[in-house]
């Protein structure tokens, strides 16, 4: 895996063991900054944004968004074999002083951090069998304040979208879903 555009571009980052996490696909990855850049129905600016990346993983896809010059990304992991890789990937871009990375889990996370965070973007990526997405959702758009929230699943999964949320865009790719909501 590797970043794809910005100041780190081609830095291959670590990535955890098959059976602990799914990464984003590169495939993936780029077509979801693509339609951040090029779509018409999503406006979003990359410089001095505020980044949260749930479920974070190896942090590829909020360290492509410090490639690309956000203020901010928090990343929320709570694998501890998987937050050592996450570290080791923050330090190989040397970027430690604009990210913090929250080590707990998601919905701790949520239900803790204090009301009224503003994130230009959230993005969510959970196992594909996490049981608990509908509380996720529920959660962000009653104590958050989002411009856009991308959420990659599984194609077969089955959702059920609080009615605060709008859906933008719903692509497939393979058998990754990506949505792109507005909060």
Known sequence: MR????KFKGKKLILPDAQTTRPLRDFVKE????????SKEIKF?????????????????????????AKHVTFVEQNK???KILKNNILKI???????IIENDVLHFLTTRKLGINFNLIFIDPPYQFKKVDEIFKLIT??????IIIFHT????????????????DKTYGISRIMFLKN
Do not use: T, W
């Open 31 to 38: 077509n979801i900054f693509n339609l951040i850049m090029h």
């Open 81 to 83: 074999s998987v937050l």
């Open 3 to 6: 970043v794809i555009s910005g």
């Open 142 to 147: 009653n104590n958050f304040r989002s411009n």
């Open 45 to 69: 600016n990359f410089r001095n944004s505020n980044i949260c990346d749930l479920f974070a993983g190896s942090g590829s896809f909020g360290i492509e968004y410090l490639s690309r010059d």
């Open 154 to 169: 599984h194609v077969k999964n089955k959702l059920i979208l609080p009615n605060k949320l709008n859906i933008l865009i």
């Open 94 to 100: 040397q970027s430690q002083s604009n990210c913090e």
